[in-house]
């Protein structure tokens, strides 16, 4: 080998380490420019964990990775060093809301839309920036909703997180009903969404021979079965069947102490969605809360002035099915407050996603109608946060603050407790720990 190849190898030895170096170099680099924003400390709230415990005052939250290492009060936690500094004195800070009960992708103004990613992404950033953190979509879910479900493990995440059931099954024989599980299944829904309902009499209601074989099958394949129901009797089929999921207050009759044993006994909740009623007949006025500013932030205004058209409300104000969710409001608040004090898991949830039922806002209003119904502010938070978490099965890594959990957690400037109206106070949200832009 000659001196001058000895040169060349020589170079390309050096070149090599030189690449070598500028890629870990540029890596460690990375590192480093992510590490002040990777572990943030926010001090100085009064702080509700979701748990049982009491609010804590002047209270840390250490979050790294977009997950909670340690919350209580300051004396009790190490901030690390390094670590930046975000001040929340004199507010109070609240686990995110969890809406078990929504849909996403779909709407486009009063139609029912094309979905889109682009619509899942708007839906999902509707929600967050009302301190909606996570929403459990039942049903009409398409694949930009599966991806973005499965996009949302990061700790740079900004709006809510989705979960998802794929298409509401319809099927119209066992064999059939066994076939569409086995295909949502091999979707990875989160879970199995049906409708046992005749609207109001008015179509055919599934069977039970039907939803017996779409919860037999889920089962099977290792996923709880989410069930849309009006009717009293309903639920008592359905629970007998071993749903897993009452998705809608039992809104004909009031819930009697069969139901409640059959709910309690398998720990299965109930998601009232109140306001899913009430969108059925409040557009017969102008509802006051379309002059307030924190709902017209996001309502599209078309859609508002449609729903202000005279004829519109007029043809509201005569629709029976209307004035028939207007009664079937008052027998869910009713039937809300008895499953709660018989101590029925309650998830807060609104239905919200279809026309004319607004995404963020309504789960605000949903908590205020659950407080109406007479549940404290204590229970519509937990409700709200934790036990939609656990209904969800989710609560592994949602519904509280603690150790471990994803940092999603609303700033509001007022007290819930003292006034659950409070939730509409917002300051800011924050999912795995990043400030959502609002
Ligand atoms: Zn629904």
Not at 263 to 283: A, G, Q, W
Not at 284 to 310: H, I, M, N, R, V
Not at 311 to 335: F, G, H, I, P, W
Request: aromatic share 6%.
């Amino acid at each position: 080998m000659t001196p001058s190849r000895w040169t060349i190898v020589l170079r390309m030895i050096r070149n090599r380490i030189a690449i070598a170096c500028s890629v870990l170099l540029g890596a460690l680099t990375l590192t480093h420019a992510q590490a002040p924003g990777a572990t943030k400390a926010f001090t100085g709230a009064r702080v509700f964990d979701g748990t049982d415990r009491a609010p804590v005052d002047n209270a840390t939250i250490v979050v790294r990775d977009g997950r909670v290492v340690a919350v209580g009060a300051a004396d009790r936690v190490t901030v690390p060093a390094g670590a930046e500094r975000i001040s929340l004195a004199g507010k109070h800070v609240v686990p995110g809301l969890i809406n078990a009960h929504g849909h996403v992708g779909n709407t486009a103004g009063l139609q029912q839309g094309q979905y889109s990613a682009a619509n899942v992404a708007r839906d999902l950033h509707t929600y967050a920036a009302y301190g909606v953190t996570t929403v459990f979509s039942l049903g009409d879910d398409q694949q930009a909703g599966f991806a973005a479900r499965d996009a949302q493990r990061t700790p740079t995440l900004d709006r809510a997180r989705l979960f998802v059931a794929g298409p509401v099954l319809a099927p119209k024989t066992p064999d059939e009903a066994r076939k569409q599980v086995d295909e949502v299944a091999g979707m990875k829904a989160d879970i199995v969404k049906i409708r046992v309902d005749d609207n109001l009499g008015t179509t055919a209601k599934m069977p039970p021979e039907i939803y017996k074989a779409v919860i037999d099958e889920s089962h099977k394949k290792n996923m709880r079965t989410a069930v849309h129901l009006f009717y009293l009797e309903d639920a008592k089929g359905v629970l007998d069947a071993g749903a897993d999921f009452i998705a809608h207050s039992v809104r004909d009759k009031e819930v009697d102490d069969a139901v409640i044993a059959m709910l309690k006994r398998r720990d299965v909740c109930v998601c009232p969605t109140l306001m899913r009623e009430v969108s059925t007949f409040v557009y017969e006025s102008t509802p006051a809360w379309f002059s307030d500013p924190l709902f017209t932030k996001y309502a599209d205004a078309k859609t508002l002035d449609q729903l202000k058209e005279p004829a519109r409300q007029e043809q509201m104000k005569n629709s029976k099915s209307a004035q028939r969710y207007k009664v079937a409001l008052d027998v869910a608040s009713r039937n809300v407050k008895k499953l709660s004090d018989s101590g029925v898991r309650i998830a807060m949830g609104t239905d919200t996603g279809p026309p004319a039922r607004f995404q963020g806002y309504f789960e605000l209003m949903e908590m205020e109608l659950m407080a109406k119904a007479g549940l404290t502010p204590k229970q519509v938070l937990i409700a709200s946060t934790r036990d939609a978490a656990r209904c969800q099965k989710l609560d592994s890594e949602l519904g509280t603050l603690e150790s471990n959990k994803w940092a999603d957690f609303v700033v509001l400037d007022a007290d819930p407790f003292a006034n659950i109206s409070n939730v509409r106070k917002i300051a800011d949200v924050y999912v795995a720990g990043n400030k959502v832009n609002r």
